[in-house]
């Protein structure tokens, strides 16, 4: 019997089967993910649904009432590219946290860190098409990424609503350089998205309004000696993750790139672990795989990026 009271404490399920007047007990175990999806929509009920809704659909009965409406939990096709600590990031600090309105609140002086992880548990049951965690990979953060003048989140635009790159870098099919949106091109999404509530995006209004363009920072950049043309690798079919990186999976854009005096040292006494990207060595390995693997006729000589 002790036994039986130790089981039930951790959250065992038991059910009574009756037969010939006596009772058989059959005790079921609960999983832990069914405790905290359990415990995560207790969670939400209390702080969440007055928003979002019940079924997370984002039309609780405070959504009429904000200018942004609510996320809809259950769309799949949005939600489950969103890593779960971007989630979390959101429930505990907020929606500027990520770039988002304030109309979503932070609920770290509410939750502990264990009922944020509970409620995103429950958060994913939500979603169709149905999660997996494979859809979900972790955030990239770049040490001495720049600060932009505006938080602009390619986890959101490019992880979650999946615009294509050459969306908002339209030049890289068609010349050297992949190209910056204008203040335009913004606006075409933005002049509603978020136009009333969220401070980012009255910043790029005020670019607008002043017809300015937004200074961004640059990230990448290779030597004025070298000439690199996007349109061929773009039509060659080269995504631009590979040069990249997983832009579509950082908050800010970052870049370690170049040669660094640790792999020159590691190359001088005869250890050679890959080129650092974007540096010459890097461009001819690739140059030299795709050729190998794809059968493609990609450039080896100097003349081709040096003329």
Request: hydrophobic content about 35%.
């Amino acid at each position: 019997m002790n036994a039986l009271v130790r089981w039930l404490s951790l959250g065992a399920v038991v059910t009574t089967l009756v037969i010939g007047g006596g009772t058989l007990w059959r005790v079921l175990a609960a999983s832990p993910a069914d405790q905290d999806v359990k415990t995560g929509r207790a969670v939400y009920t209390q702080y969440c649904a007055t928003c979002h809704g019940t079924s997370g659909r984002g039309d609780g009965p405070s959504a009429a009432g904000l200018a942004t409406k609510p996320a809809d939990l259950t769309d799949g096709r949005l939600m489950n590219a969103l890593p779960d600590e971007f989630l979390v990031n959101v429930v505990e600090r907020g929606g500027p946290a990520e770039g988002l309105a304030p109309t979503m609140p932070g609920f770290g002086a509410y939750l502990g860190a264990e009922q944020i992880r509970q409620l995103v548990v429950f958060m994913r049951t939500l979603a169709q098409p149905a999660f997996s965690p494979s859809m979900a990979r972790p955030l990239v953060t770049v040490p001495g990424a720049p600060t932009q003048p505006i938080f602009f989140s390619h986890v959101i635009h490019a992880g979650s609503f999946q615009i294509a790159c050459q969306h908002c870098h339209s030049d890289a099919r068609r010349s050297e350089y992949a190209g910056l949106p204008s203040v335009e091109r913004c606006m075409g999404c933005h002049k509603i998205i978020g136009a009333t509530d969220n401070p980012e995006i009255r910043k790029i209004h005020d670019y607008y309004q002043r017809r300015e363009a937004i200074p961004w920072v640059r990230v990448f950049k290779i030597p004025e000696f070298t000439y690199f043309p996007h349109k061929a690798h773009v039509r060659v079919g080269v995504e631009c993750q590979t040069c990249h990186g997983p832009i579509e999976r950082m908050r800010v854009v970052g870049a370690d790139t170049g040669r660094n005096l640790r792999q020159d040292l590691l190359s001088l006494v005869g250890f050679r672990r890959g080129a650092p990207p974007l540096t010459m060595g890097w461009c001819i390995d690739c140059h030299r795989d795709y050729n190998r693997k794809k059968n493609t006729k990609a450039p080896l000589d100097c003349v081709t990026c040096h003329h």
